[in-house]
């Protein structure tokens, strides 16, 4: 039987030589080391031998079972690290993979693009506070105390003691510059300022906090005609040549005469309804954009400026709904723009 048990063992290490699949090595543990396997076969056999051969048989199947276990362990070691090594391979001739970096949020991109815009134009870009008094968000503004869009409903007052210019406010728009850049420049000048603002409406084109760009133009002379083609210039740079923009007649404290900016709604294509129904952007296939118009003269004195001798424009965009305006763009909410969506941001 000596024989027998070392046959055994020189097949199972040479089967053990060629596998290469974990499956192929159970296969022949199960043919050789199993409950049922050809060394449990021999094994059994012992028993019919007589007690002198037993014990010296016995010795030596013992032998051949822990070195064909032996074996197999150093099998899956092996295996296992053949495995490893193959996911782990590296080619070192393929060219190099760049792990995924982020970029500008769309709303930050449209920002760029719009200072570059005004940037040909001579306007020089200027940082916005977003906190303020309440004289350079209104008073200065040429809204008196008690004109509606101060009352706390509409506007976020910060818990803070008053100063010599009234109470602090979370900016309800980014017009508080306006008598600041008076203050700050020397005339004549041209001026960008980009920030965020803060309001108490929040639906499919309005957000709580929102981004505006305003330009102020302050020279001799400016008139409407000045106006009408700074802002057609930045539409048509913008949005394109095709694009059709409206001026419609409207009332601003801080300006006369005044306008608000509309533009043809890229969701409707203009007609104020969809396949679902009434757009629910526009409405009417026009888009408000912007107030604009020529600077009050209330305001150039708040920004001591003498109005009989200059002149001024102005006008405000909110950014979000100007580039959800853009062709192509099709977001029918502008709340989608700050869903954390990267399915969406990732598009940009």
């Not at 070691?77 to 391979?89: F, M, P, S």
């Not at 104020?272 to 004195?301: I, Q």
């Not at 002149?311 to 502008?334: C, H, N, Q, W, Y």
């Not at 700050?338 to 969406?344: A, H, I, P, S, V």
């Amino acid at each position: 039987m000596k024989s027998q048990f070392e046959s055994v063992k020189q097949d199972f290490l040479s089967l053990l030589s060629t596998v290469q699949q974990a499956e192929d090595l159970e296969q022949v543990r199960t043919e050789f080391l199993g409950r049922k396997g050809k060394l449990a076969e021999l094994m059994a056999g012992l028993k019919e031998l007589p007690p002198e051969e037993k014990a010296e048989i016995g010795k030596v199947a013992n032998e051949v079972k822990r070195a064909m276990e032996e074996a197999y362990e150093r099998a899956c070691r092996t295996l296992e690290a053949y495995v490893v090594a193959e996911k782990e391979w590296i080619d070192v001739t393929a060219p190099g993979q760049f792990p995924p970096a982020g970029h500008l949020h769309p709303v930050s991109q449209a920002i760029a693009e719009i200072t570059d815009i005004f940037a040909r134009l001579g306007f020089t870009r200027v940082p916005v506070p977003e906190v303020d008094w309440d004289w350079y968000a209104f008073e200065a503004l040429n809204m008196p105390k008690d004109h509606p869009a101060r009352d706390n409903w509409e506007t976020f007052f910060i818990d803070a003691p008053e100063g010599k210019r009234g109470k602090l406010v979370a900016v309800p728009h980014i017009s508080n510059l306006q008598v600041r850049g008076m203050e700050q420049f020397a005339l004549p000048f041209r001026m960008l300022y980009i920030g965020k603002a803060y309001r108490r409406q929040n639906d499919a084109s309005h957000l709580p906090i929102h981004h505006q760009f305003e330009v102020l133009m302050v020279d001799r002379d400016v008139t409407l005609a000045h106006l009408k083609g700074v802002i057609e210039y930045f539409v048509h740079e913008y949005f394109g040549h095709d694009r059709v923009v409206r001026f419609r007649p409207h009332h601003f404290r801080f300006t006369e005469p005044s306008f608000e900016i509309d533009i043809s709604c890229d969701i409707c294509q203009g007609t104020g309804k969809t396949a679902s129904g009434l757009c629910r952007l526009c409405k009417e296939g026009w888009l408000e954009l912007a107030g604009a118009g020529m600077t009050h003269p209330n305001v150039l004195k708040a920004g001591g400026i003498d109005p009989e001798a200059y002149s001024a424009l102005a006008f405000a965009f909110g950014i979000e709904r100007t580039m959800m305006m853009r062709e192509g763009m099709k977001v029918p909410d502008i709340r989608v723009l700050y869903g954390n969506d990267l399915n969406f941001v990732t598009q940009f």
